[in-house]
């Protein structure tokens, strides 16, 4: 400012002796200098993004819900598959729920790897607090998300296959057993080979039934989907003598 007040003086003086030419330089001096000024101001103003927090920051996905749990799997064990969009990163579809502003599955996560680390100490019982815990987070996201009976249910039943073993290093076996059928029963929309060797082997820990595996097997497959206390009920009439069902 005090740059284009000099600028203005000097101008102004050397056309002294003419009043009206004096006063339209100066006037225009003073206009062009004030518009290169408000130029500067304007630039100054904009501020230079972070691009260190833009590069950080989750990029918005439409991930379904199985992509997203799949992402937990890849989060708390590298050995699981990952999410089936290769491009995305797991953190990044765990943070994308647009329906609710807890992420619940990022919370179910956190509970897993609690609960696999209490029982490679031993501590069953803080595992299994933690597997509850990723449970309730698995039930307010299907809740959040509106979910069918169908997928709440096979959403819920991947914990019951880690409670299964923890029953199992407990020598539980006949409710290790309930919680495997559960299992099953609620994943049978997308069988895999996991299903059908655990369903083998805690079968044949459990306690003597009065039905083979295979009628066990296709009795799990062929009733509608079960619910956990259904698949208890279940294998108490398994344990009954035929005459007493």
Same mark, same amino acid.
């Given at each position: ?33 004030i ?44 050995? =699981? ?15 994308? @729920? ?10 179910a ?38 979910? @069918?009976?169908?997928?709440?249910? @096979?959403?819920?039943?991947?914990v ?9 290093k ?39 039934m ?26 108490? =009439? ?8």
């Amino acid at each position: 400012m005090f740059v284009g007040f000099l600028l203005s003086a000097g101008i102004a003086y050397a056309f002294s002796g003419l009043r009206t030419p004096m006063i339209i330089v100066s006037i225009a001096c003073l206009t062009i200098f004030i518009l290169l000024m408000r130029k500067s101001w304007t630039r100054e103003a904009i501020e230079a993004p972070d691009i260190a927090a833009a590069i950080s920051s989750p990029q918005p996905t439409t991930s379904t819900w199985q992509e997203r749990a799949a992402a937990v799997g890849a989060l708390v064990d590298p050995s =699981q598959p990952a999410p089936t969009r290769a491009t995305n990163n797991p953190h990044h579809l765990l943070l994308s @729920s647009p329906a609710s502003q807890t992420d619940y599955l990022a919370l179910a996560a956190v509970a897993r790897r609690q609960a696999a680390e209490a029982e490679k100490q031993g501590d069953f019982d803080a595992a299994w607090r933690a597997c509850q815990d990723e449970k309730s987070h698995f039930m307010a996201h299907a809740s959040a998300q509106q979910f @069918s009976v169908e997928n709440t249910l @096979s959403l819920d039943a991947t914990v019951h296959e880690r409670m299964a073993n923890l029953l199992r290093k407990e020598k539980r076996h006949n409710e290790a057993f309930v919680h495997i059928i559960y299992w099953v029963s609620a994943q049978r929309h997308r069988p895999i080979k996991r299903h059908t060797d655990k369903f083998r082997a805690y079968y044949n820990r459990a306690d003597a039934m009065f039905v083979g595996h295979d009628e066990a097997w296709t009795l799990t497959l062929g009733a509608p989907i079960l619910d956990f206390r259904q698949a208890q009920l279940l294998v108490q =009439q398994w344990h009954q003598p035929a005459d007493q069902k």
